[in-house]
């Protein structure tokens, strides 16, 4: 067998090298649990996670194989990208997130995002171990703030539901308030938040006045049976329970004049 010589050898190794290099598709990295950005993004908000937004190009060949062949290998970035949403998409054409982003067409970028899909830090230098260990250390506090947040909020939420429960309603509505009123602050102060437990909290409101709105109608049937206890009851529960909510009591008002004048009524009839 003709072995081949060792010039010839090296130039082949070298040839092979550089057809290696130049074959690289830019985001074809598969060593990352990659998700669809709109399954990410909810994913992020659900799990209250850090996510990682990757815009890849083919016209920023350099760019992407620093991220894809350098950074993502590194071992130790191994931790931090299994605790991220990681995301990716080509930039190469327009598109809505790309536009949402304000990332323009062809551009190469890494994003790094808080688990309300808002961008914390922007890599738009060729990623190195430098800019991304900053990019992951300024992500992780920015998130731990909002985490923190929200586990006051759950915790809150929890409670309200207990009350909910027990039919304590002024204590449950007093939780589900506290955390509407919590929204409205945090928003005021760092931008507007979304969580789940907001949602709930307003439909569980909602849910209370309904009750509320249902123990008034039996208040007002006993008061046409002349039941005054019972109706007393009803209202004097109404008053100490739903007290919140404006147009309820307008309504309890009204219930207790009608059972006053209900009451006068019977008495007279008595005197007869």
């Not at 920023?60 to 299994?82: D, G, H, L, Q």
């Not at 008002?253 to 009524?265: F, K, V």
């Amino acid at each position: 067998m003709k072995r081949i010589p060792l010039v010839a050898a090296l130039a082949l190794a070298f040839a092979l090298a550089a057809f290696a290099q130049d074959s690289f598709i830019s985001g074809s990295d598969s060593t990352l649990k990659w998700v669809a950005p709109d399954e990410g993004l909810e994913q992020m908000l659900e799990d209250v996670s850090p996510g990682l937004l990757y815009f890849y190009s083919s016209h920023k060949t350099e760019f992407c194989k620093a991220f894809e062949k350098e950074v993502i290998p590194n071992k130790s970035f191994s931790s931090k990208f299994r605790k991220y949403v990681c995301m990716k998409a080509t930039s190469d054409a327009e598109s809505e997130l790309l536009r949402k982003y304000e990332v323009s067409v062809g551009e190469a970028v890494v994003l790094f995002l808080d688990c309300q899909g808002r961008v914390v830090e922007k890599v738009v230098e060729t990623p190195d171990k430098s800019n991304i260990t900053g990019a992951f250390r300024k992500t992780d506090k920015a998130n731990k703030e909002i985490d923190k947040f929200f586990k006051s909020v759950e915790k809150l939420f929890k409670k309200g539901e207990a009350y909910m429960k027990k039919q304590s309603y002024l204590l449950a509505i007093q939780h589900f308030q506290a955390i509407l009123k919590a929204r409205d602050e945090y928003a005021e102060k760092k931008g507007e938040i979304k969580s789940p437990f907001f949602k709930k909290s307003e439909d569980n409101l909602a849910a209370i006045e309904q009750e509320g709105q249902s123990m008034l109608i039996r208040a007002n049937a006993a008061i046409n049976k002349n039941d005054f206890s019972n109706a007393s009851i009803l209202l004097s529960k109404l008053r100490k329970e739903f007290a919140s909510f404006k147009s309820l009591m307008q309504k309890v008002e009204q219930a207790e004049q009608n059972l006053q004048r209900a009451m006068q009524r019977a008495q007279q009839q008595q005197g007869k």
